[in-house]
C-alpha cells in the first residue's frame, strides 16, 4: 500500500479510537456531584432557633376598627361676628379651665353696651319720676284733694315706667353677654388641638375658633360588623394596637354599644376605654384589634416564622434532621399575644424553624449544634481554676 494512504487509515482509526474511549470522570456529572455535595451539607441550627408547636390560648371575637379620641373635647366658636384681635394658644399647649384663647373685636358691642346702659339710667329716673308722682297722687286722693281717676292715671305712668325700666336692664344683660362672647376661654384643664384663626381672620358666627382636648380622657371609638353584633357585650376585654405606638400592645373593657347600626356600612359603634394608666396621648390615631369574646386552644405561630410567597405560607419543619417545605393554613392574628392561629398544615408537636434566612432549602441535614456545651466547659473551668 502507498504511504500517503495507509498514513490516512492510521489516522482515521486513532480518531475513532478517541471518540469511542470512555470517559472516567465527565465534565457535566462532576458538576453535579458537587453542587449535590454544597447542597446537602448540614445546615447549623441551634436549639434556641427551633419551635416545637403547642397548644395555646387564642383570643376569638369580632375585630374592631376606629380610632383614639378624647371623651373630653370642645370645639369654640365664634358666638359673634368680628375681627379676631389675638389667640393666645398655640397647638400642643396646655391650658386650665378659664384661660383666655382667644379675643374679638369688641368695640362695636361696648358702645352697644354703653348705649344699653345709658338707656337703663334713664329709664331708672323716668320710673323714679313716676313713682314718686303716684304716691303724690295716694297722698292727695287719700285727703280727698285728687280725683280717683287721677291717681289711676299716675299709677299707669309708674306701671310702663317700671316695665321699661325692667326691659332696659334686659338689654343691658345682652349687650354685656355679647362683649364677654368676644372671648374664647377653656372650658376644663387640657391641651390645643386644634388652632383654627389667627389675628386679622372676621370671625363669623359659628365660625370653628379653636379645639381643646383632655389627653387624660382617651378612648378607643371602634366599629363592629353588625353580623358579630351578637357577641358583644359590655365589660369584655379589648386587646388592641394603634398606629404609631408599634410596639405597645394596650387593652381596654367594652364600657357602650350603640343600639342601632349604620345604614350604610352596617357597622355597630363601640366605645371601649382603656385599661391601666398606658394610653397614647395623641388623638385621631388609627386602631384595630379584636374584642375577646371567647378563648380557645389552638397551634399558633410568630411572624417571624412564616413563608409568604403570593397568596401562599409556609413554614420550614424539622423531620428527620432534614428541612421540609411546608403549606400551612393561618387565621386571624391574636393581637394579645402577636401570632397567627395556624388552621392547617401543621400538627402538635412538630418542629418549626423560629426564623428564616437565604441559605434554607427543602431536603437539606440539618444538625442541631449543642449550643449548651461550651458554656458548661467554661463553667467547668472556672470552677477547676
Known amino acids: ?12 482509526a486513532t480518531v475513532l479510537a478517541a471518540c469511542g474511549k470512555p470517559s472516567d470522570q465527565p465534565s457535566g456529572a462532576g458538576e453535579a456531584r458537587a453542587a449535590s455535595a454544597v447542597t446537602l451539607k448540614p445546615l447549623q441550627v441551634s436549639p434556641e432557633d427551633v419551635l416545637t408547636l403547642g397548644l395555646s390560648s387564642y383570643a376569638s371575637g369580632p375585630v374592631i376598627t376606629g380610632s383614639i379620641q378624647p371623651e373630653k373635647r370642645a370645639d369654640l366658636r365664634a358666638e ?7 389667640v393666645y394658644k398655640e397647638n400642643g399647649e396646655r391650658v386650665k379651665r378659664g384661660d383666655l384663647l382667644v379675643r ?12 344699653a346702659e345709658e338707656a ?46 325692667v326691659a332696659a336692664k334686659a338689654r343691658v344683660a345682652t ?19 386644634d388652632r383654627k384663626v389667627s389675628p386679622g381672620d372676621t370671625a363669623q358666627v359659628g365660625k370653628e375658633l379653636v379645639k381643646v382636648i383632655d389627653p387624660s380622657s382617651m378612648r378607643f371609638e371602634g366599629l363592629v360588623s353588625a353580623d358579630r353584633m351578637s357577641e358583644l357585650q359590655l365589660g369584655q376585654t379589648v386587646f388592641f394596637k394603634v398606629n404609631g405606638y408599634p410596639q405597645a400592645d394596650f387593652q381596654g373593657q367594652v364600657k357602650r354599644i350603640a343600639p ?10 363601640v366605645l ?27 397551634l399558633m405561630l410568630a411572624d417571624s416564622a412564616i413563608q409568604r410567597e403570593g397568596d401562599q405560607t ?19 392574628r391574636d393581637e394579645r399575644l402577636g401570632l397567627y392561629r395556624v388552621i392547617g398544615g401543621l400538627k402538635q408537636g412538630e418542629q418549626v424553624l423560629r426564623h428564616l434566612n437565604a441559605a434554607l432549602s427543602d431536603g437539606r441535614p440539618v444538625q442541631l449544634a449543642k449550643a449548651s456545651a461550651p458554656a458548661s466547659a467554661a463553667s467547668a473551668a472556672r470552677q477547676g481554676g
Do not use: C, H
Not at 297722687?137 to 299716675?154: F, I, N, P, R, V
Not at 342601632?260 to 359603634?269: D, K, M, W
Not at 423531620?319 to 417545605?325: E, F, Q, W
Open 175 to 193: 349687650a354685656r353677654q355679647q362683649l364677654q362672647r368676644t372671648e374664647a376661654r377653656a372650658p376644663f384643664d387640657g391641651i390645643v388641638s
Open 120 to 165: 337703663a339710667r334713664a329709664a331708672g329716673q323716668s320710673f323714679e319720676q313716676a313713682e314718686r308722682q303716684f304716691q303724690r297722687m295716694k297722698t292727695l286722693q287719700a285727703q280727698g284733694m285728687s280725683s280717683l281717676q287721677a291717681m289711676e292715671d299716675a299709677e299707669v305712668r309708674r306701671n310702663n315706667a317700671q316695665s321699661e325700666l
Open 314 to 332: 409556609y413554614v420550614w419543619l424539622l423531620r428527620d434532621n432534614k428541612l421540609v417545605k411546608q403549606a400551612v393554613k393561618l387565621a386571624e
Open 260 to 269: 342601632a347600626a349604620n345604614a350604610t356600612t352596617r357597622q355597630v359603634e
Open 272 to 298: 371601649v376605654s382603656f385599661a391601666g394608666e398606658q394610653q397614647p396621648g395623641v388623638a385621631g390615631l388609627y386602631a384595630e384589634g379584636r374584642v375577646n369574646s371567647q378563648s380557645v386552644s389552638a
Open 80 to 86: 359673634v361676628q368680628a375681627v379676631v384681635l389675638q
Open 104 to 115: 374679638l373685636d369688641d368695640s362695636a358691642l361696648r358702645e352697644t353696651l354703653s348705649s
Open 1 to 12: 500500500m502507498p504511504l500517503r494512504p495507509r498514513l490516512l487509515v492510521l489516522a482515521v
